[in-house]
């Protein structure tokens, strides 16, 4: 049972533009979910987190917007940059355990 | 603060050879994962440590997989014997613990790519 879904599993935007990739979950008990980045050939990094009782978090140009009605969650890259090219994983987290979404392969292009 | 430590970086090996990884977690971190990270997929927990103790191995295959964190500290995953599909990245993972708050973060070492021939 898959209980954090991802979309898209790829996209590509074009220097400037705005990064959208959106995960959903089943498990209503979640109290934390993280979004990782991760470059060819490196362990996944931690890139922003959020509570459930927070409905938008900003860091720089990277926002989660947070739907807890919907158990819906997504990250937001303004200006994307060539330099996030990446892989994004979002994963929700209860008693210790992360789940992770099947993750987004992001190409900004120049 | 030094980063989770992985080794080796690269391993390949016949089917039904053995193969072991060590992790080296951050200094303090109670809490040690394992994850099996195929192309394209999100990481999958192995198991779980907390300090020397297994808190969920429900998804390691332990017909070939074991690991141990003896002293709490460093870990080792080893697979005897493999099969062509446990080529994956290996990655090991450590937080402080549980009821951290937003200090629950994980910090990832670099992995362990395997390759089965």
């Known amino acids: 049972q898959q209980q954090v879904k991802q979309s898209p599993q790829s996209l590509i935007v074009q220097k400037g533009g705005i990064s959208i990739i959106n995960c959903a979950y089943e498990n209503t008990a979640f109290d934390y979910f993280p979004w990782y980045q991760q470059f060819p050939g490196k362990g996944p990094a931690l890139l922003i987190a959020i509570r459930p009782d927070v409905s938008e978090k900003k860091e720089g140009r990277f926002t989660i917007s947070f739907n807890k009605s919907a158990k819906q969650f997504s990250l937001h890259i303004m200006d994307s940059q060539p330099g996030d090219s990446a892989t994004y994983f979002c994963a929700g987290y209860n008693f210790n355990k992360f789940y992770f979404g099947s993750g987004t392969k992001l190409n900004v292009k120049p | 603060e030094a980063g989770v430590a992985q080794s080796p970086r690269y391993k390949i090996i016949e089917k039904r050879q053995s193969v072991a990884f060590w992790c080296n977690p951050i200094s303090g971190h109670a809490t040690l994962y394992w994850y099996q990270q195929i192309l394209g997929q999100g990481p999958k927990l192995l198991i779980q440590?907390?300090?020397?103790?297994?808190?969920?191995d429900s998804q390691l295959p332990k017909d070939r997989f074991s690991a141990e964190r003896l002293k709490g500290v460093d870990s080792t995953l080893k697979i005897q014997p493999a099969k062509l599909e446990d080529s994956a990245v290996y990655l090991c993972?450590?937080?402080?613990?549980?009821?951290?708050?937003?200090?629950?973060?994980?910090?990832f070492g670099p992995g362990t790519r395997l390759t089965v021939l």
């Open positions: 440590f907390q300090n020397n103790g297994v808190v969920d």
């Open positions: 993972a450590s937080s402080l613990g549980p009821d951290r708050g937003l200090g629950n973060e994980q910090f």
